[in-house]
């Protein structure tokens, strides 16, 4: 999806593998943290590499779950919801540390309880990629933020085996199947993520041609 003549590295390839502390209370914060993790590791762990001279600039995302009826949560806790108010937890028992795959089924039931009886089940999941580019890149250093955002709303029940996190509970706009339900390619092309990297696409364009 990058225009022409723009390489993305992964975090493994340029050898950072350190877990990034997430301590924001916004979407924006978190995403941003993550970019400046990476920015401050390729400026004072790279300073030695050749390849800190070939790279222009860092992106990261941070994305959360916004329901309506639960004034935007969970919003920044949206990976481990399930923490939140433990009493209710479906790990509350747990000795164990959860799996992946019952994380999400525990974020899930937790949607699914929250909004038990509700009738506004309208949600949206949103993206924030943060770019913080040099001052030698054609954008001229700074930090841009741009977003990506789907509406939709939280089915009844699970359907579908799809995808990951919340995917078999919600439903996007303008279509009668959950994300868990939907063919990847379709999801990937509608989603907040996409249409978040379709911004920055559009940003990284506009920039290179200034």
């Not at 709303?153 to 995808?163: C, D, K, P, S, Y």
Request: glycine share 10%; aromatic share 8%; proline share 3%.
């Amino acid at each position: 999806m990058m225009p022409a003549g723009v390489e993305v590295l992964s975090l493994h390839e340029i050898g950072f593998e350190t877990e990034i502390e997430e301590t924001g209370k916004t979407l924006e914060e978190n995403s941003l943290i993550k970019a400046k993790a990476v920015w401050n590791y390729i400026n004072e762990q790279m300073v030695n590499d050749q390849m800190v001279n070939t790279l222009d600039g860092v992106f990261a995302d941070d994305t959360g779950l916004e329901i309506d009826a639960l004034n935007g949560e969970p919003g920044v806790y949206t990976a481990r919801w399930y923490k939140r108010n433990t009493d209710r937890s479906a790990d509350r028992t747990q000795t164990a540390p959860l799996t992946e795959k019952e994380i999400f089924h525990a974020n899930r039931a937790k949607a699914l309880r929250e909004l038990e009886g509700k009738d506004n089940r309208d949600c949206q999941f949103r993206t924030v990629i943060t770019l913080l580019m040099n001052g030698d890149a054609p954008l001229n250093g700074g930090m841009i933020q741009v977003e990506g955002i789907v509406r939709g709303r939280i089915a009844e029940q699970e359907f579908g085996e799809g995808g990951f996190g919340y995917d078999p509970v919600f439903i996007p706009e303008g279509y009668d199947k959950t994300f868990g339900e939907l063919p990847a390619e379709l999801k990937n092309h509608i989603s907040h993520r996409a249409r978040a990297i379709q911004e920055l696409v559009r940003v990284l364009n506009d920039g290179l041609m200034d």
